[in-house]
């Protein structure tokens, strides 16, 4: 199994930009289908992107036109950035490894992150 670092979010008021990254320890991200899921305080972890071992990507629907998820060219990080960000975007977010294709069920990811807090709040 992958083991997957994770670095970035924070806190930003309405409107503001944040981003995560999601890394393998001591080596690189190929072959895997990288997802991010949050949970928000009191509520079920949700997928909000992810993009597969070869590129195709998707996005939860909320966040469509304010996030991205990309990576860079040698695959050893996979980025999330978020823009136009709101108080429902509030929430622990986390990186997942799997090595089959794009899915918002969490059980079929491996490995997870150790989670990022992004909190919007003015």
């Known amino acids: 199994q992958v083991q997957l670092v994770q670095s970035g979010g924070g806190s930003v008021q309405p409107g503001g930009s944040l981003s995560v990254s999601c890394s393998a320890s001591?080596?690189?991200?190929?072959?895997?289908?990288i997802g991010w899921f949050r949970q928000a305080p009191g509520k079920a972890r949700e997928a909000v992107s992810c993009?597969?071992?070869?590129?195709?990507?998707w996005y939860l629907d909320s966040v469509k036109g304010r996030f991205t998820i990309s990576e860079d060219n040698a695959r050893k990080a996979v980025y999330l950035q978020m823009n136009g960000l709101n108080s429902e975007d509030t929430g622990d977010y986390y990186c997942?490894?799997?090595?089959?294709?794009?899915?918002?069920?969490?059980?079929?990811?491996?490995?997870w992150g150790q989670g990022t807090q992004v909190t919007v709040a003015s």
């Open positions: 001591g080596g690189t991200l190929a072959g895997y289908t």
């Open positions: 993009i597969t071992h070869d590129g195709n990507t």
């Open positions: 997942a490894a799997d090595r089959g294709y794009c899915t918002t069920r969490a059980g079929a990811f491996e490995s």
